[in-house]
């Protein structure tokens, strides 16, 4: 062992000091300032004159050292020269270094409050927990959501909503996006950002979710082959929040939780035993997905009742200040919406009642179900005309004429989200499509992800083609315009949505350009990951799903009225209420017809009339004209199809 020098173990003790903070690093410093100021008194002793004993030699040095404008007040050379080195050491240790830790310290302590690493001390507000392509679109949809938000914050008995975002680093650039995201802009001063982690305890208690009236968790994307998954990392947060409330005997607060697999639904409520609604957001994708493939352009339907922006809504209503009305009365009064149905109490849970007979009574602890434009259509204006009353009837079953039986289907690219795609498939009955999925996945992979999934069912009626449908020839020698379907799935493989996306985009470039050239064109049905980019492709002749925007309306609006969340299932789930596309043939119309007498047309059916889905776009590109006045003539063209609310077995 060889032995170590004086002069290493000195600066081993010095720097086991100075990294213990500004504190014991001023303390070394001042330690310095007194073996100089000593040394520097003791050279000048021997010279007599002014000093009369050791001490005030050493003040006279201290002095020199901390201000040079003694300096021109010394005698003699040796005492001069003295002056001169302390007043250079002065420069170095005392107010070099002395600044240098101040300042260091002083920038530490604002970088460390700019990371958000204080508690807030709120109640009453909403925490968003995680920072992932849905935050931004998500904190967009509470702030402008005006009239659930009015009514949010009355139930809570608060007067300003404050949103608090945990986000692993909350940096300067975070607050940049704030501030540009459309919907946000100067109220992003409402929003705080705090550092740390959703499976962190002490992160949780920093963005105080004891004392939230909400708690949004959006699923974060991992690298597929890993093993930490957004489910993972829920269920964690959920645990924690549950420990706490048990530490401080605090009750438990309402969570809307986001999970990518459908199978985790009883691990998430053994969990967390307090108030919570959960959003499957794999399966509400799919679901979408199939349901837009059974019914072509029912994406614009989606991406008007399930996006920010304007035109209808879904809202749900509370019964306490309209029971005694039946649904009918209730529709006559209110001229701006159209009234959809109710959920009544049943159980632990709620019967839903969609398409209901018009007759049916409110009742003070109903929820009543409505289309609107804006939450204050949905409120009682004596000053708006009063409509005649439609009576509908009981809602006659229908069987839906289309089906996915033979019905061809190409799938472009695979993400985690393929499984449960085919899963919803196959819940739509034994007629079953044929689906050919291409991927640069290798397909034994593939294989292990859908039997991993289906839990010893394995799926039928498909089969993997490896290839990339980013390479021309490729994709020629699939020959997608053989197809009725083409899916163009977005990749989960790419460290950002913007990445996936332009991969998404490129490869339908490079389609239309293979079915330009084909007789007939397949339905096409493009999903995007990041929502910046829904403008890129003006023009664009395929549907458009943008899952991050659809999740986040979703969520936020669950989380601001939670009994949205199975009226949502119920419409886009196989069976039960389901919005549909009618042809105007089958139904009784005149020539020249009304909004109005279309929805009295098909109340006799016992359905509910949405609006009309134009064959022909207008000058935006839009199709799709939900809940028009009631006195607009719909001047029907030949291909214009009614979109209307039935009940389906």
């Keep these: 062992m060889l032995p170590f020098r004086v002069v290493d173990r ?30 520097g008194g003791l050279l ?12 005030s030699a050493v003040w006279w040095a201290f002095l020199r050292l901390t201000d ?130 959703a499976i962190q305890p002490e992160a949780l208690h920093r963005v105080a979710c004891l004392d939230a009236a909400a708690v949004i968790v959006p699923s974060a994307v991992y690298d597929a082959s890993s093993l930490i998954t957004s489910d ?50 794999n399966a509400t994708i799919s679901r979408l997905m199939v349901q837009n493939v059974l019914h072509p352009g029912l994406s614009e339907v989606y991406n008007e009742l399930l996006t920010a922006g ?35 109490p049943h159980g632990h849970g709620w019967d839903i009642r969609l398409a209901a007979p018009s007759e049916t009574q409110i009742e003070s602890e109903d929820r009543v179900v409505m289309m609107a434009r804006g939450y204050s259509e949905t409120e009682s204006d004596p000053k708006l005309p009063v409509l005649p009353e439609i009576s509908r009837g009981e809602a006659k079953r229908s069987v839906c004429a289309d089906n ?122 493009m999903e995007l990951s990041d929502p910046d980019n829904r403008h890129l492709l003006y023009g664009h002749q395929s549907e458009m799903l943008i899952s991050p925007m659809i999740l986040s309306h979703v969520l936020a609006q669950v989380a601001l009225r939670r009994e949205l969340r199975v009226v949502l299932e119920e419409l886009f789930t196989a069976g039960g209420a389901e919005i549909q596309f009618r042809d105007p043939g089958d139904y009784p119309l005149p020539a020249s017809v009304d909004f109005q007498l279309l929805e009295r047309t098909l109340a006799g059916e016992g359905e509910i009339a949405l609006g009309v889905f134009r064959n022909q776009p207008d000058a935006t590109g839009r199709h799709l004209m939900l809940n028009p006045p009631r006195r607009a003539f719909l001047d029907l063209q030949p291909g214009d199809r009614l979109v209307v609310l039935c009940v389906s077995d």
């Design 68 to 197: 040079p404008g003694y300096l021109g007040d010394d005698v003699g050379t040796w005492q001069r020269f003295v002056s001169t080195l302390l007043t250079i050491s002065g420069y170095v240790v005392f107010m070099g270094t002395l600044v240098a830790i101040l300042t260091r310290w002083l920038i530490a302590k604002m970088e460390d409050l700019e990371r958000g690493l204080t508690p807030v001390i709120l109640k009453h507000h909403v925490v968003v927990l995680g920072w992932t392509a849905q935050t931004l679109p998500l904190l967009s949809e509470l702030l402008g959501s005006s009239g659930r938000m009015r009514r949010f914050l009355e139930k809570h008995d608060t007067q300003k909503l404050n949103l608090v975002v945990l986000s692993e680093e909350a940096s300067a650039e975070q607050v940049h996006e704030l501030r540009n995201e459309p919907g946000i802009g100067r109220r992003a001063r409402q929003i705080i950002l705090r550092s740390g982690s």
């Design 44 to 55: 000048v002793v021997p010279q007599g004159g002014d000093f009369d004993d050791p001490g």
């Design 232 to 281: 993972v990392e829920t269920v964690k947060a959920l645990l924690s929040i549950a420990a706490q409330a048990r530490q401080y005997q605090a009750p438990l607060p309402f969570v809307v939780a986001e999970i990518q697999d459908v199978r985790k639904l009883p691990v998430v409520g053994r969990a967390y035993p307090g108030p919570i609604e959960v959003v499957a957001g």
């Design 310 to 344: 304007e035109g209808n809504e879904i809202y749900v209503r509370g019964g306490d200040s309209i029971a005694g009305l039946s649904l009918g009365e209730l529709a006559s009064q209110r001229p701006g919406v159209i009234v959809l149905g109710l959920l009544r």
């Design 404 to 525: 996915l039986e033979g019905r061809r289907i190409l799938l472009l690219g695979w993400n985690r989200r393929v499984p449960s795609l085919l899963a919803e498939f196959a819940s739509y009955g034994p007629g079953q499509p044929v689906l050919d999925i291409v991927s640069v996945v290798p397909i034994t992979e593939r294989e292990h992800a859908l039997s991993r999934y289906a839990a010893g069912k394995p799926f039928e009626g498909y089969s993997h083609i490896e290839a990339d449908y980013m390479v021309e020839d490729e994709l020629r020698r699939i020959n997608p315009a053989g197809y009725d379907t083409i899916l163009l799935l977005s990749s989960d493989r790419f460290a950002s949505g913007e990445e996936a996306d332009a991969r998404t985009m490129v490869g339908y470039l490079q389609l239309e350009d293979i079915l330009a050239e084909a007789p007939r064109r397949p339905q096409l049905i």
């Design 10 to 39: 000195v600066k081993f003790i010095v720097e086991r000091q100075l990294v213990k903070g500004a504190g014991f690093q001023l303390l070394v410093v001042g330690i310095f300032i007194g073996l100089i100021s000593l040394i």
